[in-house]
């Protein structure tokens, strides 16, 4: 098996289209071996997100990667969707009864829907800058320029936004230029497929985190955005066997900005 550069992949890297609920493709990335740990990057990004984490990560864990519907290389929806039928399609394709789940905001929100849905598929949890269904979000000038972007469908406004509120540590710092090709290359999908992007109103992992009854991670940035300071603090105080840690000079893209940490992190959580 070779690399995407055409040289010898020593993680044995395989390229996969995942056949995406409802239609379309996921696609995902596997590398590695030893016990399954599944990666899931937030919304306006894609698999990129993790590339400073996936090779240390690998050489202990059979670790797979997917680009959410829509993003990154993964085909745009048609229909409908539900990012937990899509974490459930990427485990069922590659045959894991039970895996590590590691989520990053809008990937994060997605593994506690999972878990609370299919509980026996979940070995443990680790929640980056994790936002979670059921939360109430504060009114800002952010949130409404956001809803503004989109209803007029302005990718470069959208992402711009994305930069300045959560890559708020630069270019100059650790992973910036990625970051911004990463929002770029994704800022025209995500307004054509987020209308696709099915709303439960009734999915509620907040007021449901005592049920999760498998050892969670917690992690976010001290540069993020308060809320999910927040959140954090709400995760930790209300899932019965978590834990958190604050990341200093670490904003929302975390697995870029300290990726040495964040690996040292999820190898003790995970082993």
Do not use: K
Request: aromatic fraction near 4%; hydrophobic fraction near 45%; glycine fraction near 10%.
């Amino acid at each position: 098996m070779r690399s995407n550069t055409g040289g010898p992949d020593p993680l044995g890297t395989l390229d996969v289209d995942v056949p995406a609920p409802g239609g379309g493709r996921l696609r995902a990335e596997r590398s590695g071996s030893g016990s399954p740990v599944v990666l899931l990057h937030g919304a306006g990004m894609d698999a990129r997100l993790w590339d400073a984490v996936v090779p240390a990560l690998a050489r202990h864990h059979d670790v797979i990667r997917y680009d959410a519907r829509g993003l990154g290389r993964s085909s745009l929806p048609e229909h409908p969707f539900d990012d937990v039928e899509d974490l459930c399609a990427v485990l069922d394709h590659f045959g894991l009864d039970r895996a590590a789940l590691v989520g990053l905001s809008m990937g994060g929100e997605t593994v506690l829907d999972f878990a609370l849905a299919h509980p026996g598929r979940v070995r443990a949890l680790a929640l980056v800058g994790a936002s979670v269904s059921g939360h109430d979000w504060p009114e800002d000038p952010q949130s409404s320029a956001y809803a503004t972007a989109r209803r007029q469908r302005d990718a470069a406004a959208l992402a711009a936004l994305e930069l300045s509120v959560w890559a708020s540590l630069g270019r100059s710092a650790a992973g910036g230029a990625l970051i911004e090709t990463m929002v770029a290359d994704n800022a025209e999908r995500r307004i054509a497929g987020e209308p696709f992007f099915a709303h439960f109103p009734d999915r509620d992992a907040e007021s449901r985190l005592r049920e999760i009854a498998v050892p969670v991670l917690v992690v976010h940035g001290e540069q993020d955005h308060p809320e999910i300071a927040a959140i954090a603090e709400r995760l930790v105080a209300d899932i019965p066997d978590a834990h958190g840690v604050a990341v200093p000079e670490a904003d929302h893209y975390l697995p870029l900005r300290s990726p040495e940490r964040l690996v040292e992190l999820l190898l003790g959580h995970l082993a």
